[in-house]
């Protein structure tokens, strides 16, 4: 399994980087499969430098903030309009109600909405899709907002989405080979509860979920990257490192 970070700016997109966007590959039955972990702000762009964007076969939506899924309105229009003509329809998964909330995102009737370029799934259990094997997990944050377990080829990557510490984010990554795990808030600030960790919360959640691996992404443009690398490296004492757009992983 090979994760490419498209884009990993924390709340909005930043100079160097779009908001939150993953595309996760794995060889499965003669071909790739290709699978977005969200579609943040400002991604779409950045996500034709690595693939077409045709060749994707599913995304992933943790959650509904506008750095997590508001490209999907240009993918809309890329499928719709494609040259070629009307691309094939391909699961979108995410909260319940993301089908109505993306249709007014690009000020479309509910009906069709995207419903004709996109399934729009709600997360109810496990998600199988080729050579991939997804447990959404609710998390911790103002809206309804899930932890992804990806699993394939006997590997495990676990992504936070958005959260504040809880036992569902410790469930998504336990013993992960691979923890891409966001932090915003900085140690010692006012920092509201049950929205975004510090570098040393998601440095201690790795810890106690066992994480093999620690990524840490969505550092928002105005904080210094290498503090939040600082703080969770005084909780976390496996390999870690601070995602890069354009970086690859394999898993």
């Not at 040259?83 to 509910?110: C, F, N």
Request: net charge negative; aromatic share 8%; charged share 20%.
């Amino acid at each position: 399994m090979r994760l490419t970070v498209v884009g990993c700016s924390g709340s909005y997109p930043g100079p160097d980087s779009p908001a939150s966007c993953y595309l996760l590959e794995a060889e499965h039955g003669g071909r790739t499969w290709r699978l977005l972990l969200d579609l943040g702000s400002g991604a779409l762009g950045a996500l034709q430098r690595h693939i077409d964007p045709v060749s994707v076969d599913g995304v992933l939506l943790s959650h509904l903030h506008a750095d997590h899924c508001l490209d999907l309105c240009g993918f809309y229009v890329l499928r719709k309009y494609h040259p070629s003509g009307p691309q094939p329809r391909i699961p979108v998964w995410g909260p319940l109600g993301t089908a109505v909330r993306m249709a007014k995102a690009y000020d479309l009737d509910e009906d069709p909405g995207m419903n004709e370029e996109f399934e729009f799934l709600p997360y109810t259990g496990e998600i199988r899709l080729g050579p991939f094997t997804v447990t959404p997990r609710k998390v911790a944050h103002p809206v309804a907002a899930y932890g992804l377990r990806i699993e394939a080829d006997g590997r495990t990557l676990a992504y936070s989405g958005d959260t504040g510490t809880c036992p569902g984010l410790i469930e998504t990554a336990s013993t992960a080979d691979l923890f891409l795990c966001e932090a915003s808030f900085l140690e010692g600030h006012s920092n509201p509860p049950d929205l975004h960790l510090t570098g040393a919360e998601a440095g201690r959640m790795a810890t106690e979920a066992n994480a093999r691996r620690l990524v840490l992404t969505h550092v928002p443009p105005w904080h210094d990257k290498d503090v939040m690398l600082g703080e969770a490296a005084v909780t976390f004492d496996g390999p870690l490192e601070l995602a890069e757009p354009g970086k690859t992983y394999e898993v």
